[in-house]
């Protein structure tokens, strides 16, 4: 098992910024990626960013591409997403997702609300 815990979340006005983290613990070895979704009322939940757990190679949304930055710290086992510039259409539940040779696994969510 893995536990992940988001932090990071909350209110703020558009075109602030905000950085999430989230720390895994329990099995993390052979992890090959940890990273960010969301999702907004009424829609799929999708993805923000990734990053391997080997070259830290990152992937990012075109929504939010330009505009957040996805990092890890290996040592401390955290992902963290730095997100700048935000819009409403950014306000969602922001989720923490590890994924490993046993599987996804899921934090519990953090929202993010973006508005004036």
């Known amino acids: 098992q893995v536990q992940l815990v988001e932090s990071g979340g909350g209110l703020v006005q558009p075109g602030g910024s905000l950085r999430l983290s989230c720390a895994a613990s329990?099995?993390?070895?052979?992890?090959?990626?940890m990273g960010w979704y969301r999702q907004a009322p009424g829609k799929q939940r999708e993805l923000v960013a990734t990053i391997t757990s080997g070259g830290g190679i990152p992937n990012y949304a075109d929504s939010v591409k330009g505009r957040s930055t996805i990092s890890r710290d290996n040592a401390k086992n955290t992902v963290y997403l730095q997100m700048n510039s935000l819009k409403p259409e950014d306000t969602a539940v922001y989720y923490c997702?590890?994924?490993?040779?046993?599987?996804?696994?899921w934090g519990q969510g953090t929202q993010v609300t973006v508005s004036s």
């Open positions: 329990g099995r993390i070895a052979s992890m090959y990626y």
């Open positions: 997702k590890v994924r490993n040779v046993s599987g996804d696994y």
